[in-house]
């Protein structure tokens, strides 16, 4: 069955960091596309960032670039998400997902077909 099991979530003051992890079961990992959306209360679900099996290409909301860096270490089967100052709009539910196939090739939500539960990550100001 596929599995994807954030965490690393929490509280943070403005300008502080968190990193986020994401685990996935041998039968959920594959060869596909991994992500990290986010969603606010009321908001749509978005796309933060996406990395290739290889790592070679990796996608940034214009939001979080600069701040946020996406990796993946395909040995241990982990996908990582390092938020750097933090600011309270970053406010959200962040889930990993899995893509299909390899390559990067959407922002949308309806395309990636395994999440995470999600985890908290609360910014104060």
């Known amino acids: 069955q596929v599995q994807l099991v954030e965490s690393g979530g929490g509280l943070v003051q403005a300008g502080g960091s968190l990193r986020l992890s994401c685990a996935a079961s041998?039968?959920?990992?594959?060869?596909?596309?991994m992500a990290w959306f986010r969603q606010a209360p009321g908001k749509e679900r978005e796309l933060v960032a996406a990395?290739?099996?290889?790592?070679?290409?990796?996608h940034y909301a214009d939001s979080v670039k600069g701040r946020f860096t996406i990796s993946r270490d395909n040995a241990k089967k982990m996908v990582y998400l390092q938020l750097n100052s933090l600011n309270p709009e970053d406010t959200s539910v962040y889930y990993c997902?899995?893509?299909?196939?390899?390559?990067?090739?959407?922002?949308?939500?309806?395309?990636?077909?395994?999440w995470g539960q999600g985890t908290q990550v609360t910014v104060s100001s």
């Open positions: 997902a899995k893509g299909i196939g390899g390559a990067f090739t959407s922002v949308r939500p309806s395309d990636y077909v395994a």
């Open positions: 990395v290739n099996w290889s790592g070679t290409y990796i």
């Open positions: 041998v039968g959920t990992y594959g060869t596909d596309v």
